[in-house]
């Protein structure tokens, strides 16, 4: 399965604190994608960082990708309430039309 | 139009009935995609349509069948449903990833509900 893992399952975290989350998956990628979904609803793209880039930005996002170990991680930084939801990795198989979705992360933020 | 349109948001259906999950875009992609998604659980890959084709069937049960009347509707018919598939159906579209293999963002609908009873 192209499926990744993500870690931790569950992460709980104070207002203002930083969250970070983690992603492996198992075969060779063309790009790796950070979703959020909120309680019961659609996915939500937040990033996307191709095989030939070691990190990337947007506001207060962070994505690292290491091919060689075949593992991402997503930060979040000075997260606040409404940064809870589950948050998953995906993993387009390459050349193919289709995307697979890790196990998530699911993100509490407390006031 | 960066939506993706999924009607309707709540389905309750009896094991005998036949209903119809309806999804719509209007941004030119040319792949769109149905996934099943159960509670605390990821979402997992039903069908994907590219260019209007069948092009991957995930081992799904044949009470499911989908259909891409064009390139930007697709349907998935329901019939003889079992209580274990109520899930959050969630439909998707990117651009084609043969034509553009590094920028496969998807772009999802916020779901239907379904409940089969």
């Known amino acids: 399965s192209q499926q990744g893992e993500e870690d931790p399952q569950a992460l709980s975290i104070q207002e203002g604190e930083n969250a970070t989350m983690n992603c492996s998956y198992k075969?060779?990628?063309?790009?790796l994608q950070w979703y959020r979904q909120n309680s019961g609803r659609g996915l939500v793209h937040l990033i996307l960082i191709r095989s030939n880039e070691r990190e990337k930005h947007s506001g207060r996002l962070r994505v690292t990708l290491d091919t060689s170990k075949k593992s991402s991680s997503l930060l979040i930084t000075a997260s606040r309430a409404a940064d809870t939801a589950s948050y998953f990795c995906a993993t387009p198989q390459t050349g193919a039309n289709n995307l697979f979705f890790g196990t998530g992360t699911r993100l509490t933020v407390i006031p | 139009d960066t939506e993706v349109t999924q009607t309707p948001k709540h389905l309750v259906m009896g094991m005998t009935n036949k209903k119809s999950l309806k999804c719509e875009q209007h941004?030119?992609?040319?792949?769109m995609y149905w996934y099943k998604q159960k509670a605390k659980k990821p979402p997992e890959l039903m069908f994907v349509?590219?260019?209007?084709?069948?092009?991957i069937n995930e081992s799904v049960p044949s009470r499911f069948s989908p259909e891409c009347p064009n390139s930007s509707l697709l349907n998935l018919h329901l019939h003889a449903l079992q209580p274990e598939d109520s899930a959050l159906y969630l439909c998707a579209s990117s651009q084609d990833s043969a034509q553009r293999p590094w920028d496969t963002e998807a772009f999802f609908g916020q779901g239907t509900r379904l409940t089969v009873v």
């Open positions: 349509y590219s260019y209007e084709k069948l092009s």
């Open positions: 075969t060779s990628i063309n790009n």
């Open positions: 941004m030119g992609h040319r792949a």
